[in-house]
């Protein structure tokens, strides 16, 4: 691809036109992608020592917005750009990196640890807030979730009190439920399902699954497509930050991690519409899996069940942490979503619904 054609696109100085045509290219080169990633990361990095910058110099006045273009002080980040965008491929082929992740030592997964039970680590706050794309484009969440979150959160429905609610966690109910299938090919599988929103009309629902073939160390990377959607949340993970990216952690083969984007905006715009980019980068910057997420305007009563019952377990595990009282008419709405589905999983999930109902007496 021309160097500064994908300076441009990252930079935002191209046409719409212009912008689809090099995301056609970018969706058939791992080459490419991998430069593109680095020069992002670059380039966001800059930009927050440039608006640092302003501030410092020109205290608390809020500056017009630099034309990056032409701004003389960002011509220097387009050169420093074009010098990494150049040296990306020279450096992945003298590193002989392939797209494949290498052989690792295992390392036990973090935990806490007392009187030799692990526990799940306690986390505080509700659902987070919604996070604009204009102020920050890439997301990410831990590849890893413990395996005692589970139990902790079954304990603390059943505790039925106030002060037991923040040991629930949204992300380890969503991923025991989950049972989707990936069957793309490779180090790691990547798979999606969009479906509008059942308690918000403004947003839609993403589920994105990774199923990881062979041991890696790894990071994720969601990059959300401006114009496509304005802003996001990240279900669960209350005490991280959603909007910033998540350390490179070791994977054991077989692992599957689920999960769950709501986002606004996207509604509004024809389908078919590209939401975001999601991507598996290794501790040595290699790209080992990559995939769209498209949104074909499907709603919530036409997703598959599986689906149903991920966000009704997220739903339920918002529920219990929010303060306040719980609505009869809530639960009774994620029962309904429950009975799309059918096995033990069903079940089980059915009866934590019914659960939080007695300990609510409701």
């Known amino acids: 691809m021309n160097e500064n054609d994908l300076t441009n696109y990252v930079l935002g100085e191209v046409t719409p036109e212009k912008s689809r045509e090099i995301q056609d290219a970018l969706s058939t080169s791992e080459e490419d992608q991998v430069s593109e990633v680095e020069l992002r990361s670059l380039t966001e990095r800059l930009r927050a020592e440039y608006r640092e910058e302003l501030e410092h110099t020109q205290g608390n006045a809020s500056p017009a917005k630099p034309r990056i273009w032409l701004d003389p002080d960002w011509m220097s980040i387009r050169a420093v750009a074009l010098i990494l965008i150049c040296a990306v491929p020279i450096i992945l082929a003298i590193s002989g990196l392939s797209h494949r992740a290498a052989p690792v030592t295992s390392r036990p997964e973090p935990a806490l640890e007392m009187e030799g039970e692990e526990i799940a680590p306690e986390v505080s706050g509700n659902s987070r807030e919604f996070i604009a794309v204009g102020s920050q484009r890439t997301s990410s969440f831990p590849l890893l979730v413990p395996s005692r979150s589970y139990e902790e959160a079954k304990k603390a429905i059943g505790a039925g009190d106030g002060a037991a609610r923040s040991k629930v966690r949204v992300e380890a109910l969503i991923n025991h439920f989950q049972d989707a299938v990936v069957t793309d090919d490779g180090v790691v599988g990547i798979a999606s399902e969009v479906a509008s929103c059942p308690w918000s009309a403004d947003s839609q629902l993403v589920r994105v699954t990774l199923s990881f073939r062979e041991q890696a160390q790894a990071r994720v990377e969601v990059k959300f497509i401006e114009g496509a959607v304005d802003s996001y949340r ?13 350390e490179v952690e070791e994977v054991p083969a077989g692992d599957v991690v689920t999960a769950i984007y709501e986002v606004r905006g996207a509604s509004a715009k024809p389908v078919p519409r ?16 990559s995939s769209e997420v498209v949104d074909h305007g499907e709603k919530f009563t036409e997703a598959t069940s599986n689906f149903h019952l991920v966000v009704a377990a997220a739903r339920l595990g918002m529920i219990v942490r929010e303060e306040g009282p719980v609505s009869a008419g809530d639960l009774d709405q994620i029962h309904s979503w429950i009975s799309t589905s059918a096995g033990d999983k069903q079940q089980e999930l059915d009866q934590l619904v019914t659960k939080v109902k007695a300990t609510a007496r409701l």
């Open 274 to 289: 590209q939401l975001m980019i999601v991507s598996i980068i290794s501790s040595k910057q290699q790209l080992l899996a």
């Open 234 to 246: 990240l279900l669960g993970y209350e005490g991280g930050d959603g909007g910033s990216l998540a």
